[in-house]
């Protein structure tokens, strides 16, 4: 539908609503990378595939309070030899990639170091983050565009008019919180033989961003 041109008698207000929000997260989302070194194949890939075992056992236990479980990368690398002639190797490097995404921010810190705590293992994060169909999203929109309301209003009220009708409203941006960069990292060479005590884990809150432009007619004001 074409936007009627404005007019004397109809003129229009053109206005932006914008919202930034700071809410909670409701997810938490850590990688763990699984390894293994050896100067035998088999031998190196029966360490990562048992390692790999016990980490995602132990993630498991964790219930309801795990949103989700992935397996992501895998790797088996030959180590060349530094010295002399042929195709000699020195060792194989094996690797395996997980991604944990929790609800439960409490049994965040403690699955953490007790992931941690596995031989050869490493933590990365958390990174925090709103799931998809948050009502913080919504709650943004709604903001923006009663903030676009309230604006056009205030300037047709200035003027000593009203407005009369919405002529178009556009949503310029919803922006999701951003995710940072790097993390937490934790790793241990060896297994301890005392559990560690879980890590206190503070929450980082999330902004969301939500912007509409909106265009109102007002009735001909008296200047």
């Known amino acids: 539908m074409t936007t009627p041109h404005p007019t004397p008698e109809a003129p229009h207000v053109a206005v932006r609503g914008e919202a930034h929000l700071d809410v909670d997260p409701e997810v938490a989302r850590i990688t763990i990378t699984v390894s293994a070194r050896g100067t035998d194949r088999s031998t190196t890939l029966a360490d990562l595939t048992r390692r790999n075992t016990r980490a995602l056992d132990l993630a498991k236990t964790y219930g309801d309070a795990i949103e989700k479980l992935e397996t992501g990368t895998f790797s088996i690398t030959p180590e060349p030899g530094k010295h002399g002639r ?17 609800s439960d921010f409490t049994a965040l810190g403690e699955l953490t170091t007790r992931l941690a705590d596995l031989d050869l293992t490493r933590v990365d994060g958390p990174w925090w983050d709103l799931r998809p169909d948050s009502p913080a999203y919504a709650r943004a929109r709604h903001t923006a565009v009663t ?3 309230q604006r056009a209003r205030a300037y047709a009220d200035a003027l000593g008019t009203t407005l009369t009708a919405l002529l178009e409203l556009s949503d310029t941006g919803l922006v999701p919180p951003p995710t940072p ?4 990292r934790m790793a241990f060479a060896a297994e301890s033989t005392d559990a560690p005590p879980p890590l206190d884990l503070e929450p980082q809150r999330q902004t969301v961003t939500a912007e509409v ?5 007002m009735a001909p004001p008296t200047l």
């Open 86 to 102: 042929g195709e000699r190797i020195r060792a194989y490097h094996g690797r395996v990639h997980l991604t944990v995404e929790l």
């Open 147 to 149: 903030e676009a309301v």
């Open 213 to 217: 432009t909106a265009r109102f007619t």
């Open 181 to 184: 960069l790097g993390g937490m």
